[in-house]
């Protein structure tokens, strides 16, 4: 659909987490903060993305390394993040992602991108525990604003409430409790444990793989390839994990991979003696 609007992302990071008694962007649950697991989560699929937060927010160290977008003096709560967003990029729909869901997925973010209906408001995650949309894991596409801008005028605050009283799509989660969020200091606790053992789980036995490099990215790795041992269950993951030791600049998105001399999908699993590539945008043209 060559007119659609391009896919923005917003993390959710203005809140006060009074009963978490502590920041939880700035909680531990994947070895890193729960923020800049959710920015990296995001990034692969969306053009730009960004942190909401509040004014007061704005040099917080958790925070100000990330590119910002501080809320205007409309609506209050995570409807002022969605709506100032809206604002400073008019053209552009937005992923929008609450930082507590430390369950969340790529594969469901991916199939609720796959679902978006750009005719509508917004496409949003059906709620597993009461059938109602799901407001902070949705996409608001630009039509949204003014519902928006009516709704917080009417003093009403609640995004929830708007989609449940608009045409927004609703999508089934394919994966339960992806979207269970965490407030407080017990939830926290569970959550980090389930997680602990999930990864457990899933954590297959260090692989060997040899990776190439092309471009910026040979550049930026001071390498041409290498083979590494990873534990790297796909190629999203291992991408993620170099993205880290080398900086690459370049998201994802970005990126075409390419797994035993054949163009692959970025969740396709990881064996023992595989070949990846990733591939940068060609210059020039």
Known sequence: MSNLPPLFGLIL?????????????????HGRTQLEWAFDLVSPLCAETYVSV??????????????LLVDGEVGEGPIAGIYSALTAHPQAAWLIIACDLPFLTSNTLRHLIAHRDPKRIATAYRSQHDGLPEPLCAIWEPS??????THINSRKHCPRKLLINSDAALVDLPEPNSLDNVNTPEQHDAAAAMLSNQGGARASEPKSIRVQYFAVLREQAGRREE???TRAHTAADLYDELKHRYGFQLSALQLKVALNNEFS???????????VVFIPPVAGG
């Open 144 to 149: 949204s604003r003014g519902a928006l801008l």
């Open 227 to 229: 083979a590494i041992e």
């Open 265 to 275: 999908d970025w969740q396709t699993p990881l064996k023992q003696g595989d070949a």
């Open 54 to 67: 509040r004014e007061a927010q704005r040099n917080d160290p958790t925070r100000s390394r990330f590119p």
């Open 13 to 29: 990071a203005g809140g006060s987490s009074n009963r978490m008694q502590r920041d939880k962007a700035a909680l531990t649950y």
